[in-house]
């Protein structure tokens, strides 16, 4: 079964431009994350989406974040106009919408941001 | 709200040696309680979850944690570390009906041979 699949792995931007992140979820999988890593912390979420709808974006800071998902399969995470403390990993994750089983959220190898 | 701590940023121990990382939250309810490893530059892998039944769960890499629900408390445990084990670690709660992941902030494993 392939994994949840993330691109790019790195990316190096100066401040003010913008960004975007590509995620790929596992098959069938209607919950998607996007969480963000700053260095020396743990996975903060930004967004969950509940196939293409928001289930939560609270702490998503709207006036420079967006995510979609469009028909409920991949996503993209945008950032415009970046900043310096955006510098961190990205993380995509998914996981089926259950408690039951196997459930276990299923996480990319991340994109590392670094905001010059 | 749900949260998760883990008291211990670093630690250290010697190859061979038993090892436990402290995990403590706050739910409201019966909480679904999870420990993932994460090797530098690497995701986040499952090691081993609680859901529900014997208090006691086994997962990979001779993994095993308790959960003590008088404690709040999910800690992991190995009898004998491994060098290959230094990565960080953390601890998660999942957040009932909206299957959310509230992750801790990690604890630093470092092996010395």
């Known amino acids: 079964e392939a994994g949840v699949a993330q691109s790019p792995r790195y990316k190096i931007i100066e401040k003010r431009q913008s960004v975007a992140f590509w995620c790929n979820p596992i098959s069938g999988h209607a919950t998607l994350y996007w969480y963000q890593q700053i260095l020396g912390q743990g996975p903060k979420l930004l967004i969950q989406?509940?196939?293409?709808?928001?289930?939560?974006d609270s702490q998503l800071p709207k006036d420079r974040f967006s995510a979609e998902r469009l028909k409920g399969v991949d996503s993209t995470l945008k950032i415009q106009p970046a900043k310096l403390e955006d510098s961190a990993v990205y993380l995509c994750?998914?996981?089926?919408?259950?408690?039951?089983?196997?459930?276990?959220?299923?996480f990319g190898q991340g994109t590392r941001l670094t905001v010059v | 709200a749900q949260s998760v701590t883990q008291p211990d940023i670093h630690i250290t121990v010697s190859e061979g040696a038993s090892l436990e990382l402290r995990c403590n939250y706050s739910?409201?309810?019966?909480?679904?309680l999870f420990w993932y490893v994460q090797s530098p530059g690497q995701g986040l892998q499952l090691l081993l979850k609680y859901f529900s039944g014997d208090t006691l769960v086994q997962g990979i890499k001779g993994f095993e944690a308790e959960f003590k629900r008088s404690q709040s408390s999910f800690n992991l445990r190995k009898p004998s570390v491994h060098w290959s084990d230094a990565a960080e670690y953390f601890c998660?709660?999942?957040?009932?009906?909206?299957?959310?992941?509230?992750f801790g902030t990690g604890t630093r494993l470092k092996v010395l041979a």
């Open positions: 998660a709660v999942g957040a009932g009906g909206t299957y959310k992941y509230i």
């Open positions: 739910y409201g309810a019966t909480p679904y």
């Open positions: 994750a998914s996981s089926l919408a259950s408690w039951e089983g196997n459930t276990e959220a299923f």
């Open positions: 989406f509940q196939n293409n709808g928001v289930v939560d």
